[in-house]
């Protein structure tokens, strides 16, 4: 059965090895890359404001 050879795995194995990426959400939780984003964001909000209300 699929369910008992589960059952037989020791913890080490079942565990994910500790060099696997982390994914997005770890990358996004990094200050340099949010300070980076939020720069690109505010450019984009002025480029935006300034073509909606002086233009």
Same mark, same amino acid.
């Given at each position: 059965? +699929?369910?008992?050879?589960?059952?037989?795995?020791?913890?080490?194995?079942?565990?994910?090895?500790?060099?696997?990426?982390?994914?997005?959400?770890?990358?996004?939780?990094?200050?340099? @890359?949010? +300070?980076?984003?939020?720069? +690109?964001?505010?450019? @984009?909000?002025?480029?935006?404001?300034?073509?909606?209300?002086?233009?």
């Amino acid at each position: 059965m +699929i369910c008992g050879e589960m059952l037989d795995t020791p913890q080490s194995e079942a565990a994910p090895p500790k060099d696997e990426p982390r994914g997005c959400l770890f990358a996004l939780s990094q200050p340099p @890359l949010m +300070i980076f984003l939020a720069v +690109i964001g505010c450019l @984009l909000l002025m480029a935006a404001l300034h073509d909606l209300l002086l233009l």
